[in-house]
Every structure is written in structure tokens, then in C-alpha cells.
């Protein structure tokens, strides 16, 4: 090959290689996609049928045009650099984590695998992004973060008691995301003119010792705050906050069909079958670091009539209208 066709060679082929996509893979390769949850396999069943939704609508087939490697968790966050590990070694080209602590799990873990994070409080202030509108790194996907919604929660629990002075919040001290729940529900709650009580649980043990410490400090109603672990023991959350007869909000409506009170934040099986824009996006070569995280759009109110006859209490005819479901 002469010196000039040699040169047009290699500029031709220079230009192919910047053409190809950020994560081209090898023509023929069956894409792997793994999946993080923090929760246990037969109460995130829905979530987990919603991703896989997600894929059949932009047209993958299970088995023979895409690879899944789901994880579960099972509320044991310490399991989760494990799991993490299983997915690197099984060669995923893409990891979907569900919640704060999986998301931070798989960016530690994961090297520069994409990782599509789902149902994440704030993933700038837990340093998962540089920002929503453009990641930065190799996590991208969907937030729980919107400002009005810890307020939100808080007026419509106190519409629902009829008037507060104190109200008790339930963390759970290993999610960082609850530092996010807790500074907007104190700056909400400072301008209503009520008390927060913060109490916090990572076992059952400690959730039916915060329920006691709330009657003891005479809180009329509680905010529970989204947590996997909380959410994997929502029958036992549910069942204390009855007990206790403390009007209780969730975020989550499954709380709900356990006997709750009330919920509000966003639809999550629409979060979660989301998931799939962001994955095929990669799979076709898009680069994370580009890739905006969405806010959610849908948001949906649940309220149990049966557990406020049984706390007492009425439930405002406007807050009935604007429900999404009213159980009983």
C-alpha cells in the first residue's frame, strides 16, 4: 500500500471507530443486564415484573435478545457489595439498582459498568451524580427527588388528624437519603408551627421500640419515611402504628393494603418499567454521563377508610375526591 493510501486508511478508520457507540459491544453479543434490590423477592415481585415490562415494550425478548441477572437483597443492605460482586463477575454491560443504599453499592462495586438508579431520594447530595440534568459519570436513570413532596406528606396527615402540634418522623440511620426527608419536613413543619420527633429503626426489634418511644412522647401521628428495609416489614410497621393508634403516612401505597392509614409519592411501577428507556438507551450506545435523571410524574394518593374509623378519625371530603383509591 502506497504512503497516500495508507493515510487514507487510517483516517477512514479513525473516523469509523469515533462513529461506533460510547458502549458498543461485540456484534452478536446477547446483552446482560443486572438487577439490584434491596428488598426481598415476593414483595418487590411487582416492581420487578414492571422492568421486565419495561424491555418487552422496546422490543426484548428474555433468553434470546437480552440476558437478566436479578439480586435481591432480602433488607440485609450488608449483602449488597456481595450481590454487586456477582453481578461484575456475571459481564452485565448494565446495572439497575432500586434505592439509595443498592444505587451507592453498585457505584462502589461496579467500576465503570452503566448503573440506571431507580427510586433514589437525591442522587447529587449522595454524590451518585454531579447533577440531574447531566450526571457526569456512569449513573444515570430515575429520582425520587421532588421538593414539595415531604411537605406534601406532612399537610395532608395533619389535614387528616384535624390539628397537630407534634409530629414523629421514622428513619432508618443507615439510609443517607433520610437526611433529604428530614430537612424538608422540618422546614415544612417550623412553618406550620409543629414539633418533629425523629426516631429511628433498622430491625423489627427497634421499629416496635420507635412506636413506643412516639406514644411515650405523645406524638399525634407519624411520617414513615421510604426505606427498603421498613417497606420489607410494612405489616409489622402498619400493624404498630394500629396499635398504637397513630394516624401514620407512608410513601408507599403497599403500606396500605397491610391495613395503613394514608400515602402519597410517586407510582413506582411506572418508575421501575422506566427503567428500560434508560437501559436500551445504553445497550445502544448512549453514554450515562449524558443521560439526564428524570423526576418522577406521577404521583398517587391512597387512603384507608377503615383505618380511620378505627382511629377515630374523618377523612376531609377534599382529600376523598383527590384520592387515587380509597380502600374500605
Not at 221 to 237: A, E, M, N, Q, Y
Request: hydrophobic share 45%; glycine share 8%.
Amino acid at each position: 500500500m502506497s504512503p497516500v493510501g495508507r493515510r487514507q486508511f487510517l483516517v477512514a478508520a479513525g473516523a469509523l471507530l469515533a462513529s461506533l457507540p460510547v458502549c458498543a459491544r461485540p456484534p452478536g453479543k446477547i446483552p446482560r443486564v443486572g438487577y439490584l434490590f434491596s428488598f426481598v423477592p415476593s414483595q418487590g415481585e411487582h416492581l420487578w415484573l414492571a422492568c421486565r415490562q419495561g424491555l418487552k415494550e422496546h422490543g426484548y425478548v428474555e433468553g434470546k435478545t437480552i440476558l437478566l441477572e436479578p439480586r435481591w437483597a432480602s433488607a440485609h443492605h450488608e449483602r449488597l457489595p456481595e450481590l454487586v460482586g456477582e453481578l461484575v463477575r456475571a459481564g452485565c454491560d448494565v446495572i439497575v439498582s432500586a434505592a439509595t443504599p443498592a444505587s451507592l453499592a453498585a457505584k462502589a462495586g461496579a467500576g465503570s459498568i452503566p448503573i440506571v438508579i431507580v427510586a433514589v431520594a437525591d442522587p447529587v447530595r449522595v454524590k451518585l451524580a454531579v447533577s440531574l440534568a447531566r450526571p457526569g459519570g456512569n449513573v444515570t436513570g430515575l429520582t425520587l427527588l421532588t421538593p414539595e413532596l415531604s411537605p406534601k406528606r406532612l399537610q395532608l396527615l395533619v389535614e387528616i388528624i384535624g390539628q397537630a402540634t407534634r409530629v414523629a418522623v421514622l428513619t432508618n440511620p443507615k439510609n443517607v437519603s433520610h437526611a433529604v426527608f428530614a430537612e424538608q419536613t422540618l422546614k415544612a413543619a417550623q412553618s406550620m408551627g409543629i414539633e418533629i420527633q425523629e426516631l429511628r429503626a433498622r430491625n423489627p426489634a427497634e421499629i416496635e421500640q420507635a412506636f413506643k418511644d412516639a406514644v411515650a412522647h405523645s406524638a399525634q401521628g407519624i411520617i414513615v419515611f421510604d426505606d427498603p428495609g421498613t417497606w420489607s416489614h410494612r405489616k409489622l410497621v402498619a400493624a404498630q402504628a394500629a396499635n398504637a393508634r397513630l394516624p401514620a403516612m407512608y410513601g408507599y401505597s403497599e403500606f396500605i393494603d397491610e391495613g395503613g392509614l394514608v400515602s402519597y409519592g410517586p407510582y413506582r411501577p411506572d418508575l421501575y418499567r422506566r427503567t428500560a428507556d434508560y437501559v436500551d438507551k445504553i445497550l445502544q450506545g448512549a453514554d450515562p454521563a449524558t443521560l439526564p435523571i428524570e423526576r418522577p410524574t406521577r404521583f398517587e394518593l391512597h387512603v384507608n377508610q377503615k383505618s380511620a374509623r378505627s382511629l377515630g378519625l374523618t377523612i376531609p371530603p377534599a382529600i376523598l375526591f383527590s384520592a387515587d383509591r380509597v380502600y374500605g
